[in-house]
């Protein structure tokens, strides 16, 4: 039973760690990139747009939706991992 307890402790750090990175992620894409260092990122152009502009406009949106997948594909490796998974 104790064996268990640690198995899903050890679980939920996981899962907690794969959340925290991809909020950061979330966090310097939107509010790093698209807020303060909008004017800094300008100076590079993406697409025929400004980089800060892209960023703030389009870019965030790309990432939010890629950091959606990643977290998927991560929770159902850590599911199968813990043996945790629905199938």
């Known amino acids: 039973m104790l064996d268990k307890k640690e198995k ?6 996981s899962n907690v760690r794969i959340v925290l990175t991809l909020l950061a992620i979330w966090f ?5 990139f698209g807020i303060l260092l909008v004017d800094e990122l300008n100076q590079f152009r993406l ?3 400004k ?3 892209w960023f703030a ?3 965030a949106i790309y990432c939010f939706v890629l950091i959606i997948f990643i977290y998927v594909w991560l929770m159902n490796r850590l599911d199968k991992k813990y043996g945790v998974h629905e199938d």
Not at 28 to 32: A, E, K, M, Q
């Open 8 to 13: 899903m402790q050890a679980y939920w750090r």
């Open 28 to 32: 310097t894409v939107s509010y790093i």
């Open 47 to 49: 697409g025929g747009f």
């Open 51 to 53: 980089l800060g502009f």
């Open 57 to 59: 406009q389009q870019g």
